[in-house]
């Protein structure tokens, strides 16, 4: 860490780096509120880690998202700049290297995605020489970035700004073995509509001059503020050891401050949005004391989030580890805990693809999916007696299962396997498969192995990748490392025949109850052979009292899982079996005097993958009081709007 | 007559009227449970004999809707459109029933019958379906000026969504305090019809509008008052409804009673207006 005591001016968050700190960033900007741009001046620095020399650097240079409708991001209609003072880039005005080199005449754009040559958010840069390992890359540049509008994600909207991927911000250098890489290179993907996320853990010094007026945010630790006796102030922040580094002005910003034991939280928000400020504050809490228990320590001592205004909200919903977004604050009616859910979820982020620095764009389940999983238990844990994001009295939801709706009733729920790159879901289908499908089959998983080795799971993930970039393979890993440890060969060698489904599968899971009979055992009913007389026996059905019972169950789906099927008698008993569901079928036959009046296959929810739950059990009587109570309130609410509409 | 007496008379009247009020009650279940059994039992044949529906008993689990699968679309499709449906048709059949109800209250003497009551609603139905649907257009475009206008108008100038709902909350309550003259209005014609058995739409409508200053300040307080009880009725039941959840085949049976009972009641009160109305309004000839 020699390079940082060389670049660092500020003051050390951090005595003992959490990261191996391979980049940092050096920024000078002036927020120009007229054109509504950031100039500003930069220094970065890289460093070759790896074995070999490096030739070239590869720069995020994501606002140039927001120059055409012809961008891989703003593409097939889905963003446009509202008139033309809304189109926003960013260009590089001077490039030099440590030595004064001038690299301006070396740059050219790529798209290493999609080859759309209106692209131009990833920069490739020849260097006048290459990077020796261990050495160390610092390119001064000086840069403008004009930010768009209406805002996603970053802009601006008449006074408000949100600055996100907003400076050339170096890519990943993987060195060959990292995430399963099998030589050294660049990883640096265009902005896409669904994924922006991959970066190293960075060090920022960032100073912004700002008109006065303005109340600022970032995801780093306030340095000072200096008013410069112009109108305008100085905000100087530090940030240590995070992915992404944004930043937020308006003058209208209110700011709530908290604190959970060693973090001190800072929410910005509006007027209105101060009336939830607590409720907000307090979903931070509940995911911050869940997180920390069951996955690692939040390790930043800071955490700001945004609730944007109405004119800001394309900002809403977004994650910069220590800075995060949420949204809906105020226009929710209270029942309905979504900003709380959109809280949680981005906080999330601080340990999903923040923490664990995961690579959005190509595997965007360990990112997103993971993430939903744990915003999904913090929510059900906290809100509604596991109904965390409804509970009434006559509707109720779990953010968990309307997790699972989204995946289960997806027309396009076999299209693709849930290992592809966010760019490459067909039919629309990356949100449910990224997020949704994944949650659901953690869900499953943790019903598998257990609440409690799910969760040193991801104590392990934590402990072996915090600061690291870690893969889906990675993360598998894991999970068979631990399940080995805590269950031995119960589920097998590793865990592979699980995720080869889920993940890299693309089947469904659905078992089913096919039927359940219960037949008398009756004596012999024929001839009964001796001597030269033919005899008859005929048995006495109303006196047998022996039965022969058969529960019948059905694989539906291509997915093999093991499942519990209980059994109910008519005497009470109860049996519980286990079947490792791989055959098509399986029948559980039982002789005696009992009865069987009910079979269930799943009894405690477990299998969330299970796409069909009502086909699970059998044997509830035919009384239906839930349908009665329904079609009460359908007509008496039929009733009373007719007797509002009639004058 | 004071405001309260005629209140009271109206009541009176209203509760006197008994066997018809029950006979649109009974009518318009009739109506509704054409379209509510099928969907109960399709509801039932969803889950057959599968313990998941356990999960509605305490409430509706969101949950269920994607085990559902499609058939959760085609109940909600055919709820929503057997509704959509319902309400047309009883839009139909309550304006048919208010030609009975303004025949009986305008009656001042003699006892009125059952067939009586559907005669005369049969002999004013097209007349009250006109009024009534010019009256609705009326409070539509009413709607629209006092809320709608402004709330686009507040959301254009100001950014802020709530200074949007503001306005619109304000214009709320311009707008309730303006409903009594409409319905005034609409009550009036359709007097005048079954007072004149003159059966000319824009003429009665003609006659409500004219008659609005009769006795303004009664009228207008009398009318205001019952709309804002019946208002507060309607909250009352929706509540009631949503908020139920009982469990058990007899809580469930004493909740429809309780439904059906608030509903019988809900009608008493619609008609109590038409009977206010009546009381405060001189005899046919008066008012055009």
């Not at chain 1, 309307?402 to 076999?414: A, F, K, N, V």
């Not at chain 1, 499953?444 to 690291?468: C, H, K, P, S």
């Not at chain 1, 899971?509 to 009964?528: L, P």
């Not at chain 2, 208010?98 to 009125?112: E, K, M, P, V, W």
Request: proline share 4%; glycine share 10%; aromatic share 14%.
């Amino acid at each position: 860490m020699l390079t940082l005591s060389v670049f660092t001016n500020g003051q050390a968050i951090f005595q003992t780096p959490l990261s191996p700190r391979v980049t940092g960033y050096d920024i000078i900007g002036t927020l120009n509120t007229t054109d509504h741009t950031v100039s500003g001046k930069m220094l970065a620095w890289w460093v070759n880690t790896s074995a070999a020399p490096v030739p070239d650097a590869l720069l995020h240079m994501y606002l140039n998202a927001f120059s055409s409708t012809k961008t891989s991001f703003a593409g097939a209609g889905r963003w446009t700049a509202a008139g033309d003072e809304g189109w926003g880039w960013v260009k590089i005005k001077s490039l030099t290297d440590s030595e004064g080199n001038d690299l301006s005449g070396q740059m050219k754009y790529i798209s290493p995605d999609d080859g759309n040559v209106y692209d131009k958010t990833v920069l490739l840069v020849l260097l006048a020489k290459p990077v020796e390992p261990g050495d160390t890359l610092r390119l001064n540049i000086e840069f403008e970035s004009k930010l768009p509008s209406p805002i996603v994600r970053t802009g601006f909207a008449d006074d408000y700004y949100f600055v996100a991927q907003w400076f050339p911000k170096f890519g990943v250098y993987e060195s060959a073995g990292v995430r399963q890489r099998e030589a050294d290179g660049w990883n640096c993907h265009q902005f896409h509509p669904n994924s922006e996320f991959y970066a190293n853990h960075s060090v920022y010094n960032v100073s912004v001059t700002m008109p006065s007026e303005y109340v600022a945010g970032s995801g780093g630790v306030l340095i000072e503020e200096i008013n410069n006796g112009d109108s305008t102030k100085k905000v100087v922040w530090r940030a240590e050891d995070i992915v992404d580094f944004a930043w937020t002005a308006w003058p209208g910003y209110k700011i709530v401050k908290d604190k959970w034991r060693g973090v001190d939280i800072t929410f910005l928000t509006f007027q209105k949005g101060l009336r939830i400020s607590d409720k907000q504050l307090e979903a931070v809490k509940f995911a911050l004391e869940y997180l920390d228990a069951r996955v690692g320590p939040f390790p930043w001592p800071h955490l700001t989030f945004v609730d944007p205004p109405a004119a800001g909200a394309g900002a809403g919903g977004m994650e910069y580890t220590t800075l995060f977004t949420s949204s809906g604050a105020g226009m929710v009616p209270g029942f309905l805990k979504v900003p709380e859910m959109v809280t949680i979820h981005e906080f999330g982020h601080a340990y999903f693809m923040g923490i664990l620095a995961s690579n959005e764009f190509e595997e965007p389940w360990v990112d997103e999916g993971i993430n939903s999983y744990w915003e999904q238990r913090i929510m059900d844990n906290y809100y509604g007696d596991g109904y965390g994001m409804v509970r009434l009295p006559f509707l109720k939801a779990s953010d968990t299962d309307l997790g699972r709706s989204s995946y289960i009733s997806s027309p396009s729920r076999s299209a693709a396997t849930n290992d592809l790159p966010s760019w490459m879901y067909p039919h629309g289908t990356y949100g449910m498969m990224s997020y949704q499908k994944t949650s659901v089959w953690l869900h499953t998983l943790e019903g598998i192995i257990g609440t409690e080795t799910m969760d040193n799971v991801f104590r392990e993930y934590y402990r072996q990748w915090a600061f690291r970039h870690p893969s889906g393979r990675d993360f598998i890993n894991v999970v068979s490392e631990v399940v080995k440890k805590e269950h031995g060969d119960r589920f097998g060698e590793d865990m592979n025949w699980y995720f080869d489904q889920v993940l890299y599968g693309s089947g469904i899971c659905d078992y089913k109850v096919i039927s359940v009979s219960n037949s008398k055992i009756t004596g012999y009913t024929g001839i009964i052979e001796g001597g030269d007389t033919v005899a008859f026996a005929r048995s006495d059905r109303k006196a047998d009292s022996l039965y022969k019972a058969t529960v019948r169950i059905e694989r539906i789906g291509d997915m093999k899982l093991p499942i519990e099927v209980l059994v109910g008698f008519d005497n009470g008993d109860e049996v519980r079996e286990l079947w490792d569901g791989k055959a098509r079928f399986t029948d559980f036959e039982y002789e005696g005097t009992r009865k069987v009046v009910r079979a269930v296959i799943d009894p405690e929810n477990k299998i969330d993958m299970d796409v069909d739950r009502i086909n699970n059990s059998w044997g509830r009587d035919d009384n239906f009081p839930a349908s009665r109570r329904m079609m009460t309130k359908y007509i008496s609410l039929i009733q009373l709007l007719i007797s509002i509409i009639t004058i | 007559m004071g405001l309260f007496s005629v209140l009271k008379k109206g009541a009176c009247k209203t509760a006197g009227s008994y066997k018809l009020l029950i006979t649109m009650w009974v009518i318009t279940l009739l109506m509704i449970l054409l379209v509510a059994m099928p969907l109960k039992l399709g509801l039932k044949l969803v889950f057959s004999k599968s313990f998941a529906a356990d999960k509605l008993l305490d409430g509706f689990d969101a949950g269920l809707a994607g085990d559902m699968g499609n058939a959760f679309g085609n109940l909600l499709g055919s709820a929503t459109f057997g509704g959509f449906l319902l309400l047309l048709t009883g839009f139909l059949l309550y304006t048919f029933f208010a030609g009975g109800l303004f025949a009986r209250f305008t009656t001042t003497y003699g006892s009125f019958k059952v067939s009586a009551f559907l005669k005369s609603s049969a002999h004013h139905f097209l007349t009250f379906l006109g009024i009534g649907l010019i009256m609705l257009l009326l409070i539509a475009v009413w709607t629209l000026v006092i809320i709608g206008i402004p709330a686009a108008i507040a959301g254009t100038a100001a950014d802020d969504p709530f200074a949007v709902l503001t306005v619109t909350k304000i214009m709320i309550v311009v707008w309730t305090l303006g409903l009594p003259m409409w319905f005034l209005v609409a009550d009036r014609a359709r007097i005048w019809v079954a007072t004149t058995g003159i059966r000319r739409v824009f003429r009665a409508l003609g006659a409500g509008f004219s008659s609005l200053r009769l006795r303004f300040r009664v009228s207008y307080l009398a009318v205001l008052l019952v709309f804002l009880v019946n208002l507060a009725f309607v909250v009352l039941i929706f509540a009631f409804t949503a908020g139920a959840v009982p469990e058990q085949g007899f809580l469930i049976t004493l909740f429809f009673l309780a439904t059906q009972a608030l509903f019988v009641l809900r009608i008493f009160l619609k008609a109590w207006r038409y009977a206010t109305v009546s009381e405060l309004t001189p005899v046919s000839g008066q008012v055009q």
